[in-house]
């Protein structure tokens, strides 16, 4: 479905505006005041019925649905447009009651009690059986409700449940392991079950990696990981299949969580099996929050396949769970909403409408506040609904590709983190991350692409700890710079097959003759330990022993100090029409500025923004319209970049027109 319902405005193009919407956490004398605010700051749409299977569905197979056929009905009246949710995220008491058997269980055994929320099990048959009749009711009860333009399956899938133990897990995972592998001959080559005597002769006899004596199985770990995103994934099918068969021209999405650590999911192979993408996303403290809310709104376009997709939660201020929750500061609010726009949302809502009074959210922040309507965050909202109906015209506009980018890799998430590695402290996200801000420092736009996607169009693409690589990827990725395009890959990269097998031979595996070195063994640093290169950088957590095998590999950097002194810490190799770098430890974001900043000048790749301005500011192009964002607490000067004088304010966004 390429034009979904929320876009099709012909000749009124416009970017949403809203939040999840939760009435039935209030009387209905509320509502009326709600829908008068709403309208006051610019709501055009709102999430509804989330987690209110409780209330649709009192017992089992007896339905109210006349408090949300209230609540539609008034919110159409007012041209609020309406997401509407499964209401299947959190099954009620009375399912749990009766059905203990839906629970989560983790690796320890142990049962995951409802109290919470998400209390359900991915492959339970009952919970399905009892969640797709309800989705079905509500198809049929509102797939002609004119104010319906959007299916909202569940909600934030596998937040809190991505990984069951279950016996039900246990018999998924075995029916997903005989589609895997065509026999247990060859799962046991796959796992290396040679290993530890634990040699399988029929599939009946494996579990889930459950709590063991030690280390349980690698491979059967990362295949655990692939099962349980897989698992989620068909079930978010087996609602869509429900929607789609009863309402086939309403779009169906779900909210993704592109954000953090959040590793659980593949969402870039989930995002075929939506209509639109959709993603929540809530910044952390620390040096590079900024940074990260770019870099997951970028990647998140990218998953979308640079077609409009859905910010579907953020904070207008602070959240509740978090050890310590801050406000945001002035100009936050709008900055972080107009950022996913720079990346290609044309959709900015919020968790949620109305601040709570009671519940585990009460203190998280929301568009209508407990201060209420009379309040500098409320005009900040309807601030921000302004902006936004100002720039409507650029509803549907891709975002422009860079000529950079960064490769990024769940299957290496997953393995390069599980035990007994050369470190555990080692972090695949953080490395991409400090790869993207020694972009951003140096005004230099890239774009957060998925393995698999086409690197055709880059001229540099940056592989930060691609640990994983299959044979096919290692010929992609040599034909990429026989064809031109120049690669750079780190510490960590190449080491081992898709099945978690090492490529033998020397590291980096699979991509020792593109890089024109060979590792014979790794050198992780124990906490605190450094280790300082010849062009005065220090490196942490990582080096190698590098020997040179390839006469043409220039060597960039040495170690001056540690175990590898002497010897490389990063290089060059040209191959082709291209090149094939190598960062051999962990520099952070400061130390690979001035480092990618040569292997760009090698291939060519320049700023578009004036010297003065890089780093300070953050450049997004969507079509004609440049977004250029303050990264940092002071005004900028931004009249380097054409037409009248202008100081873009501590905490900015200038959003410049062609």
């Known amino acids: 479905m390429s034009n979904p319902r929320w876009l099709r405005r012909a000749g009124d193009p ?47 197979g007896e339905y109210d649905f006349g408090w949300l056929d209230d609540a539609i009905d008034l919110l159409h009246a007012n041209g609020i447009s309406v997401d509407l949710a499964t209401a299947t995220a959190s099954p009620p008491p009375w399912l749990t009651t009766r059905h203990p058997e839906i629970l989560p269980v983790d690796k320890q055994g142990n049962t995951i009690w409802p109290g919470g929320r998400q209390q359900w099990r991915p492959t339970s048959p009952i919970f399905r059986t009892y969640a797709l009749r309800l989705v079905r009711a509500i198809a049929e009860r509102y797939g002609n409700h004119p104010a319906v333009v959007a299916w909202h399956v569940s909600n934030e899938l596998g937040c809190h449940n991505v990984y069951d133990y279950s016996d039900d897990a246990a018999a998924a995972f075995r029916t997903w392991l005989r589609a895997r592998y065509a026999s247990i001959d060859e799962l046991n080559e796959a796992w290396g079950t040679a290993f530890w005597s634990q040699w399988y002769t029929d599939f009946e ?144 809502c919020f968790f949620q409408w109305r601040q709570s009074r009671a519940g585990a959210e009460k203190y998280h922040s929301a568009m209508y506040p407990h201060a209420g309507t009379d309040s500098q965050l409320f005009r900040d909202v309807a ?41 555990e402290k080692l972090r695949y996200r953080q490395e991409a991350l400090d790869w993207y801000t020694a972009f951003l420092d140096l005004g230099v736009r890239a774009d957060v692409v998925p393995v698999g996607a086409d690197l055709g169009g880059y001229d540099v693409v940056v592989a930060p700890i691609l640990h994983v690589i299959p044979a096919d990827l290692a010929g992609q990725l040599t034909a990429y710079v026989e064809n031109g395009g120049h690669l750079v890959t780190t510490y960590a990269s190449g080491i081992v097959d898709e099945n978690d097998h090492i490529w033998l031979g020397g590291y980096p595996g699979a991509l020792r003759d593109l890089l024109g070195l060979r590792i014979e063994e790794f050198g992780p640093l124990l906490e605190g330990d450094t280790a300082e290169l010849d062009n005065g950088l220090t490196g942490t957590l990582w080096t190698d022993r590098i020997d040179v095998t390839g006469d043409d590999t220039a060597v960039l950097a040495s170690y001056k100090t540690g175990d590898q002194a002497g010897r490389p810490a990063i290089t060059r190799r040209p191959a082709g029409d291209g090149s094939a770098a190598y960062v051999s430890t962990r520099l952070g974001p400061d130390g690979l500025a001035p480092v990618l900043a040569e292997l760009l000048a090698n291939a060519g790749v320049t700023s578009e923004l004036p010297e003065e301005l890089r780093g300070k500011v953050e450049l997004a192009i969507r079509g004609g319209t440049r977004f250029v964002i303050n990264r940092t607490e002071e005004p900028v000067e931004i009249t380097a970049l054409g037409g009248p004088g202008r100081t873009l304010t501590a905490r900015g966004v200038a959003v410049l027109r062609a």
């Not at 902006?387 to 000529?403: C, H, I, K, N």
């Open 14 to 60: 416009r970017l949403e505006y809203g939040a999840d919407y939760n009435p039935e956490q209030w009387p209905r004398e509320v509502w009326d005041d709600d829908v008068r605010a709403m309208r006051e700051a610019g709501v055009t749409i709102v999430s509804l019925a989330i987690f209110s299977w409780a209330r649709l569905e009192t017992a089992e």
């Open 383 to 423: 601030g921000l609904g302004a902006t936004l109906r100002d720039l409507a015209p650029l509803a549907g506009t891709p975002r422009t590709p860079a000529r950079a980018a960064i490769l990024f890799d769940w299957t290496s998430w997953w393995a390069v983190e599980q035990d007994s590695h050369p470190t």
């Open 205 to 348: 006899q494996i579990l889930p990696p459950r709590q063991a004596a030690t280390h349980p199985n690698p491979t059967q770990q990362l295949d655990f990981k692939r099962f349980s995103s897989d698992a989620l994934k068909d079930y978010l099918i087996a609602e869509r299949e429900i929607l789609r068969e009863i309402t086939p021209d309403i779009p169906v999405t779900t909210n993704f969580m592109v954000m953090g650590e959040t590793k659980g999911m593949d969402y870039a192979d989930w995002a075929a099996e939506v209509d639109f993408v959709s993603n929540d996303h809530y910044r952390l403290p620390g040096a590079q929050t900024l940074d990260e809310l770019s870099f997951s709104a970028n990647l998140t376009g990218n998953i979308a396949g640079a077609k409009p997709w859905f910010l579907m939660e953020h904070s207008t201020s602070a959240v509740n769970w978090q050890p310590i929750n801050l406000a945001k500061k002035p100009g936050e609010l709008e900055r972080d909403s107009l950022t996913h726009v720079a990346h290609g949302a044309d959709a900015v």
